[in-house]
């Protein structure tokens, strides 16, 4: 058997199609969902009479209501359809989006019908324990022990990422409720050493308040409010999503206490940088609160060396008795980890996934990825405090649904609503997720879609993974292109054509720049133009034969990250310094067609052309 | 024409129905959306080939793909329907759910195929700007100033709450950065003076900082984090949501600077206590952040008297220079407002409405509703700060789908991630709705869901009016029939049974009590059994006759309040006393069906005789 047949043949009945190939099977399936629903309606008591009558149906008046809403329907679909984006289409290489799956619009669309609200067991008596369900699927995807870790769904990765910072908050301020109320359980720590215990040591600690939980959460940042003192800083990658911003706003931390750390060529975060970070905070006596890394950035789609940050925090504990709460933004990339993780949910030695997926036709030889820099990134999940991963990005599944997945769930006491040992105090507990977390009011058919769609999909190379695959190797493949490419004839005259880094995952940054052209306004001018005509917003969207995304690349967010790529293109040393902002295109690769080779072929030229045409046009 | 009748015709074609009565009509609208959007997939670019082949479609791999599809759904499906509330039956009377617009449903499905992202307007070019739309339908309704106003849906009521407080504390702190940065703009006042500015003086006072705004917020609390000596205590009834502790914390701010008031015998915050303890805090010189009052309190839908809370604050700032911020949580009681506003949007007089909503049959004219007390309340919408609204209640659309009101946009500049007077900096800035919002990422979907609704329904007297009137109607139904009933003959002997109090809005709470017993533990054990069998988890949902809710109202939270129920229950005021705590059914009268005459007749036989039997078995 063909194994590369075979995935692209799977992946094709996942999703409605590029030309809705898929559509009468999805009609078909979604009439049995409605049905399900009418007749169980008619089934609840049958004994009762209907209350609207066939003769009223026949009244003007209703038929009036009838006729206006088909006519807000047509106009709410005329909308849709005028100005869209067509992620469906190999031609649309731009935002994080693409085809959902088929399956999880169907299961959210039959979950609705009975308008669960998952922030109480009552309310979503179906729906809640699936969020149990799909948050421990999460939990343990991302390799957490599945009897200690715990995880949900929320409406969004800010509010995950928020979340996680709650988290971080409030378990640092413990010890010092302890040191005023028992005082014995922390004697002989400084305050220093207050602000430096191990997450698993308060944890631990919180183990022996049970019978104080109330007061220990009055004298702590739940009961007293934020004091900075006690508090220490935030530590994010130059490359964070603005949602740490607002999250440390939200939190009453301040931006103060926010600091960036500077990433390297790769729009890593640079890991030397981090170290000496830090190591200035300790000889002031200045406690880490935490430390994010993302998995998947939102711009390049890098992956920080988690790894490395890990074994940093075990090397200050172990040296300087220092600790801080470690956070992995994985909204992006966190699906990306079924690709390492075989049937029996083992995270695969590097050489046996490597095999594996060429030999699957996941990833084609002659790709380099994973580097081994990724795959331990990957690897060192399992070792966070806490993680935010999107199923409505890598999960294909329909917005809103974010999610999140800790690995100790006894942190849930801090943050809950509740007293001590939520998930002791009886069964039904855990069932009232909105005491558990920032939401409360939460749709059960988002979860329902997830669920759907991790029963169809297994969270592993056989599954998420030849999706997630199918999207690395297609943006591989559009990098190599590119790089095979270089320089463009237009007009008779060269034009260089650069990406901007090997991709870490999916995304490919990219420019244009004549030959000769050292002026980098001019260059980001062009790049303006080319996405003015290739954006999913202004003119007719049918119209367009290429969409994607831009983005500014500054030396205020990212140091001079960005020189290299500016002179790969020609523009002077000097003029980066200068201006210190390129701009450039930004193609999400997440379409699920474009790993086959057959589609990448024809898109690849028909991209190419359009490029050229562009082109031709912009520098006339 | 008989008004009455047309009302009755109107709501029910607005509704699935409670035996699907309008589901072919449904399908058949549904049925012309979904094919809307396969034949937009299949005409962008119709010159592209399709991916996925007929012969690919018939392979074995495929099929196994398609009949997994359908497994998975059918076994969600099953799970629904096994346990779903049946909340679009009469006989669903119990949490704050009800059957939900037909064309909502719709809507929302509709906008899903094409899966906006309402974060950013290149991710939703069709449906952000129907949020800025509804937005403003909302902020219209609750009777701001459209032209200063502004508005935007949330995940859900908690996280708009969030967002209100988050408003208050920001631009509580800007004086105090005012004054380190400009002082010359806050010469002569003190800090008590500072903490005590009204919200448009310090609109008016950001006004002049645009140049510096990035300096002004770092200096704020946003980049310094929560300073407890500026923040002042933020007042809130003790029927608040459970959602104002979580604020409290995630904010920052801490529950020691949360203060709960009495409230008084009808669960209104009692104002006499409210101005008493505000003094009380002017004599400290600790300032008030802000008071929230609760429009249709979750437990009892009970409706603080807003307007008291204004002329309050009036007084205070006209008396004392003191003043603070006003935050009404209407999640549930907001669209209520529809009732007051007549078809040119004017809040109408008291008899005039009161005319209208008897001619036009919303309201039964032995029907003492609305009393001046809940009128005055609803008209002092118009001059809070902000207001919680949550289209997902009284909304009548699927979950997820709250929202926020404010009545000077020019506030959005303090909890922005960007420079000051994002809605002057350009067209295009008011699209980027998640820079300005608490959430991220967010489904454009549930956005199209309001919209619809409110292009179908009128936001008046006419529309929603009709809706949430027949809802309150009956409630006071409900209410009255209880009270006419007040006695029931169980296994010959006589059972009391009473509602807690005249409904504000359409929450009617009851507890039955056998004649001669005063012990509160005995009633609230009884209460608990005819709630387990009455509960909508628990046995197959299919064959209960009645589903209802409860709660327990605690001498913790409400201080004597409950007293007087308990007591005309038959419990000693001793009881009373020493227990503290009365457990009652809580029925949320949603249904858009209950105050149909004919309805409401047969149903409450079916309920009295439900609950008769229910108590001869528990009493036997």
Redesign the interface.
């Known amino acids: 058997m063909d194994p590369n047949k075979?995935l692209i043949?799977?992946i094709?009945?996942?999703f409605?199609?590029?030309?809705?190939?898929?559509?009468d099977?999805?009609?078909d399936?979604?009439?049995?969902?409605?049905n399900?629903?009418?007749?169980?309606?008619?089934?609840?008591?049958p004994e009762?009479?209907?209350?609207?009558s066939y003769m009223?149906?026949e009244?003007p008046?209703?038929k009036e209501?009838?006729d206006?809403?088909?006519r807000?329907?047509?106009?709410?679909?005329s909308?849709?359809?005028?100005?869209?984006?067509?992620?469906?289409?190999?031609?649309y290489l731009?935002?994080m989006?693409s085809e959902?799956l088929?399956?999880s619009?169907?299961?959210?669309?039959?979950?609705?019908?009975?308008?669960?609200?998952n922030?109480a067991?009552?309310?979503s008596?179906?729906?809640t324990p699936?969020e149990i369900e799909v948050g421990m699927d999460l939990a343990k995807l991302l390799g957490f022990d599945a009897n200690k870790a715990w995880g949900h769904v929320t409406?969004?990765?800010?509010?995950a990422n928020?979340e996680g910072l709650?988290y971080a908050?409030?378990i640092s301020s413990l010890p010092f409720a302890v040191k005023k109320l028992k005082p014995e359980l922390v004697a002989g720590k400084s305050d220093w050493q207050l602000s430096n215990m191990r997450v698993d040591e308060i944890l631990d600690l919180a183990g022996k308040l049970q019978d104080i939980w109330k007061e220990v959460?009055?004298n702590s940042?739940?009961?007293?409010?934020?004091d900075?003192k006690q508090?220490g800083k935030w530590i994010v990658p130059q490359t964070k999503?603005?949602?740490w911003?607002?999250a440390a706003?939200?939190?009453?931390?301040?931006?103060?206490?926010v600091i960036d750390i500077q990433v390297d060529d790769h729009y890593r975060m640079d890991i030397d940088v981090l170290e000496k970070t830090i190591n200035g905070l300790i000889e002031k006596q200045i406690p880490v609160l935490g430390v994010v890394a993302v998995i998947g950035t939102t711009e390049e789609g890098a992956v920080d060396h988690l790894d490395k940050v890990v074994a940093l925090r075990e090397k200050f504990e172990k040296e300087k008795g220092v600790s801080f709460y470690i956070h992995a933004d994985a909204a992006y990339g966190g699906y990306g980890q079924a690709i390492f993780v075989d049937e029996n949910g083992k995270f695969m030695d590097y050489d046996v996934c490597v095999k594996r997926l060429h030999d699957d036709g996941l990833i084609d030889k002659d790709i380099n990825w994973p580097t081994t820099d990724i795959y331990n990134a990957y690897k060192a999940l399992a070792k966070v405090d806490s993680i935010t991963i999107?199923p409505?990005k890598m999960g294909y599944v329909?917005?809103?649904c974010?999610g999140i997945a800790i690995k100790d769930k006894r942190m849930v006491d801090f943050?809950s609503?509740f007293a001590a040992y939520v998930f002791e105090a009886g069964v039904m507990s855990p069932m009232l997720v909105?005491?558990y977390i920032?939401?409360?009011?939460?749709?059960?058919?988002?979860v329902?879609a997830v669920?759907?769609a991790h029963?169809?999909i297994p969270l592993n190379v056989t599954g998420y993974g030849r999706i997630i695959g199918a999207s690395v190797n297609g943006a591989h493949k559009f990098y190599n292109l590119i790089n095979k490419t270089k320089t463009l004839e237009i007009n008779g005259k060269k034009v260089r054509f650069e990406a901007l880094t090997d991709p870490d995952f999916n995304i490919v940054d990219f420019a244009f720049n004549p030959e000769g052209n050292t002026d980098i306004e001019v260059m980001n001018n062009l790049t303006l133009q080319i996405w003015q005509e290739s954006?999913?917003?202004g003119a007719p969207?049918?119209k367009k034969?290429f969409v994607t995304?831009h983005t500014e690349l500054t030396h205020d967010d990212y140091g001079d990250a960005p020189k290299d790529m500016a002179m790969r293109l020609g523009i002077t040393a000097d003029q980066w310094d200068k201006v210190g902002s390129i701009r450039v295109l930004r193609s999400c690769v997440l379409s699920p067609?474009f790993g086959?080779p057959k589609?990448t072929e024809?898109y690849w030229d028909d991209f190419l052309d359009n490029m050229k045409m562009k082109l031709a046009k912009l520098l006339k």
């Not at 807000?72 to 679909?77: E, F, G, H, P, Y």
């Not at 940042?221 to 934020?226: R, Y």
Request: glycine residues 8%; contains cysteine; negative net charge.
């Open positions: 075979n043949t799977d094709n009945a996942l409605l199609g590029p030309k809705s190939e898929n559509g099977f999805f009609k399936v979604l009439i049995n969902c409605v399900d629903h009418l007749y169980w309606r008619k089934d609840f008591h009762d009479d209907p209350i609207i009223e149906k009244q008046s209703y209501i009838q206006k809403t088909r807000v329907l047509d106009s709410l679909s909308k849709l359809r005028e100005t869209s984006a067509p992620w469906h289409s190999p031609r731009g935002h989006n959902i088929l399956s619009i169907l299961g959210y669309i039959t979950a609705m019908f009975y308008n669960c609200n922030c067991y009552e309310g008596p179906a729906t699936l409406c969004d990765g800010t509010i928020m709650w908050r409030n959460r009055n940042v739940t009961g007293l409010g934020v900075e508090l999503h603005y949602s911003v607002k706003d939200v939190m009453g931390i301040g931006l103060q206490n999107d409505h329909p917005y809103a974010g943050i609503f909105g005491s920032l939401e409360g009011s939460k749709a059960g058919a988002s329902a669920w759907v029963q169809l954006s999913a917003t969207i049918l034969d995304s067609y086959n589609v024809q």
